[in-house]
C-alpha cells in the first residue's frame, strides 16, 4: 500500500496535533500519560483497533477509572509496518465509521504504546509479566491457534512450537510469551492474567486455554498446572465488519477529514461484544460501554458464526468466481443474495433460541450490513486462511444438519465453490490467488482431481470423518460438477 499522501492540507495526527484537528473528529478527552495499561494486545490489526480499542476509549473519555489502557504487541514481521505507524503518531489513528448515511471519523487513543517484539522479545515478557498487565487479549486468526481442527489437538510439532519449546526465553510465537510471562509471574507470586481470545472462533477462550496448557504442560508440567488452576479463559463473540485499510483509505481521511494518518481504520458503524464474566484479575466495567456480559457465550458465537462468517465464505467464493470484487457487489447479484438467504435458512435450525434475539431480523440486518457500499469489503480477506475457517464457520452446521436428517444443500454448495476457488481461476479464466498456510496440498489436489471432490474432503484435518456421509460427498460432488460445468452464476441458475 501507498502510504505517501499530499499533506498540503492535511495535520500530521500526534499528541501534538489533537487540538488543531477539524471540530468534528472526537479526539480523546484524557490524559493518555496518566494511563496504565492494564491490558496488553497481541494482533494490533484493524480488527482490534476497530472494536475492542474503540470500547476502551469509550471507557476512557467516560470513566475515571484509568487503569485501562491497551499496551499492543505485534509478533510477525508482517506487524512492522503497524510499528512505524504507530510509533510515528503517538499510538494514536483514526477510526472512520461508513455508511450510506455518510462518514464520522474519530481518533482513537486507548493504545499508549506498542511493542514489536522481533525488535525486543524479553520487553514483551517484561511487560506481559508486569503486575499491572490484567487481561491479555487476543486477535491472531484462527490460524494462529495451532490447532489440529480433525481432532481437537495441540499442533504439538508446528515449527513455531518446536521453536518456543527449546528457546524459552527467546519465543517467537504467541504460547512461547505468554508462558514465559506466566512462568515469571508464578516465580515473582503475583496473580496470573486472563486471557480473553477476540478471535473468531466458536469457544475462543476454551480452545485459548486448551492450546497453552499443553503448550506450558510440555514445557513445565507444573507450571502447566499453575496456570490451568488460575488463568481464566472467557469465551467471547466479537462482531464488527473491518476491511483490511488500503490506500484509498488513507487519501480519504486526508481529503475528507484533513488528517495525515499513516494506518486509518476503516469499519462499519455495527459493532458487538458478549463477554464471559470470568475474569482472574479484575476487569473493566465494560457494561458501561455497551458490552453484554454473560455466563454463556456459546449460542451468540453460533448465531453469529454460523451465519455471519459462514455467509461471507458463500460470498467470498461465488463472487470471486463470478468475477466480482467487493461484498456489496456480490449482495446485488440477486442470485448469490438469494443463495447467502438459503444458506442462512439451511443454518437456522442449527441453532439455539437467544432471548431478546429475533433470528429473522439478525439475519436481514445482516444482509443489510453485505450490502453496505460504503465500506469497501474485499472478497480475499473473506477467502483468506479458508482451511482454518471452513471447519469453524460451516462444516458445525454441515454435522448439525446432517444428524439433524435437515437440508445441507447451500453448506455443501459453499464447500464445492471453495473447491473449485482452489483451482485458481475465476469463470473467467482469470488467476485467483490462494492465501493459506495450506496452499500447496489444497492446490495440487483441488488441480488435479477434475470434478472429483473426495481427494479435498479426505484431508481429515479439516474435515474430520464428513467424507463417510455418502449424502454429503454427493451433494458437494454435484455442486462441483455444475461449478466446474456452468460456472457460479450458472449454477445458481439451474
Ligand atoms: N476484520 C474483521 O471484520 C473481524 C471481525 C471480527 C473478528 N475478527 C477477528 O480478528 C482477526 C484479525 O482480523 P484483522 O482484521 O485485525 O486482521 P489483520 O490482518 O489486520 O491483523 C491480524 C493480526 O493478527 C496477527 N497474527 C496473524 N497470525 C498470527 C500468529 N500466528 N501469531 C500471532 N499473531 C498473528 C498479525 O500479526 C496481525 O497483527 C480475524 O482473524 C478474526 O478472528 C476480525
Ligand atoms: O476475520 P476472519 O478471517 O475470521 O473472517 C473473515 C470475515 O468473515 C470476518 O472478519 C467478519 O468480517 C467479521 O467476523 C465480522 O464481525
Known amino acids: 500500500m501507498n502510504s505517501n499522501i499530499s499533506t498540503g492540507s492535511t495535520i500530521k495526527l500526534n499528541e501534538a496535533s489533537l487540538s488543531r484537528l477539524p471540530n468534528n473528529i472526537r479526539v480523546p478527552n484524557y490524559d493518555r500519560h496518566q494511563i496504565i495499561?492494564?491490558?496488553?494486545?497481541?494482533?494490533?490489526?484493524?480488527?482490534?483497533?476497530?472494536?475492542?480499542?474503540?470500547?476502551?476509549?469509550?471507557?476512557?473519555?467516560?470513566?475515571?477509572?484509568?487503569?485501562?489502557?491497551?499496551?499492543?504487541?505485534?509478533?510477525?514481521e508482517f506487524d512492522r509496518r503497524m510499528r512505524d505507524a504507530l510509533h510515528s503518531q503517538d499510538c494514536l489513528y483514526t477510526l472512520v465509521e461508513r455508511s450510506t448515511e455518510g462518514d464520522s471519523a474519530r481518533v482513537i487513543g486507548s493504545i499508549t504504546r506498542y511493542l514489536f517484539a522481533p525488535d525486543n522479545r524479553a520487553c514483551v515478557i517484561d511487560v506481559l509479566a508486569d503486575p499491572h498487565c490484567r487481561i491479555v487479549t487476543l486477535t491472531i486468526t484462527e490460524a494462529g491457534y495451532y490447532y489440529i481442527e480433525g481432532s481437537g489437538e495441540f499442533d504439538a510439532n508446528h515449527p513455531t512450537i518446536?521453536?518456543?519449546l527449546q528457546h524459552p526465553h527467546e519465543p517467537i510465537g504467541v504460547y512461547g510469551f505468554l508462558t514465559a510471562a506466566l512462568d515469571k509471574r508464578r516465580q515473582q507470586g503475583l496473580q496470573p492474567f486472563?486471557?480473553?481470545?477476540?478471535?473468531n472462533l466458536q469457544g475462543n477462550g476454551n480452545i485459548a486455554r486448551k492450546m497453552l496448557t499443553a503448550f506450558a504442560q510440555m514445557q513445565n508440567p507444573e507450571l502447566g498446572k499453575w496456570m490451568s488452576d488460575r488463568v481464566t479463559f472467557p469465551n467471547c463473540m466479537v462482531d464488527r465488519i473491518t476491511p483490511a485499510t488500503t490506500a484509498a483509505d488513507l487519501k480519504m481521511v486526508a481529503e475528507q477529514f484533513q488528517i495525515d494518518d499513516a494506518f486509518p481504520v476503516v469499519a462499519e458503524p455495527f459493532l458487538q461484544w458478549v463477554v464471559e464474566d470470568n475474569f482472574c484479575a479484575g476487569r473493566p466495567d465494560l457494561e458501561s460501554v455497551g458490552v453484554q456480559m454473560t455466563d454463556d457465550v456459546h449460542p451468540y458465537e453460533m448465531m453469529k458464526i454460523r451465519l455471519l462468517n459462514a455467509s461471507h465464505l458463500l460470498i467470498g467464493y461465488l463472487g470471486t468466481l463470478a468475477g466480482y470484487t467487493y461484498v456489496h457487489e456480490v449482495m446485488a447479484d440477486p442470485a448469490i443474495r438469494q443463495a447467502v438467504d438459503r444458506l442462512m435458512a439451511e443454518v437456522t435450525p442449527t441453532l439455539q433460541p437467544l432471548p431478546g434475539i429475533d433470528l429473522d431480523d439478525y439475519k436481514q440486518t445482516l444482509i443489510q450490513r453485505f450490502a453496505n457500499p460504503k465500506i469497501q469489503d474485499r472478497l480475499p480477506r473473506l477467502c483468506l486462511n479458508s482451511a482454518a475457517k471452513m471447519p469453524k464457520f460451516i462444516l458445525g452446521s454441515l454435522r448439525d444438519a446432517l444428524r439433524q436428517d435437515g437440508a445441507i444443500d447451500y453448506l455443501s454448495l459453499t464447500i464445492a465453490a471453495w473447491f473449485r476457488y482452489l483451482k485458481g481461476q475465476d469463470d473467467r479464466g482469470n488467476p485467483i490467488e490462494i492465501d493459506d498456510p495450506m496452499a500447496d496440498i489444497l492446490t495440487q489436489r483441488a488441480r488435479s482431481s477434475g470434478s472429483d471432490p473426495r481427494p479435498l474432503l479426505s484431508l481429515a484435518e479439516i474435515f474430520g470423518d464428513l467424507s463417510r456421509s455418502s449424502r454429503f460427498v454427493e451433494t458437494v460432488s454435484k455442486h462441483l460438477h455444475n461449478l466446474d460445468e456452468f460456472g457460479a452464476k450458472g449454477t445458481l441458475a439451474r
Open 37 to 76: 495499561n492494564g491490558i496488553v494486545h497481541i494482533g494490533v490489526g484493524g480488527f482490534h483497533r476497530a472494536h475492542q480499542a474503540l470500547y476502551l476509549d469509550n471507557y476512557l473519555q467516560q470513566s475515571r477509572d484509568r487503569e485501562w489502557g491497551i499496551c499492543g504487541v505485534g509478533l510477525l
Open 194 to 199: 486472563t486471557v480473553l481470545s477476540c478471535d
Open 162 to 164: 518446536q521453536h518456543d
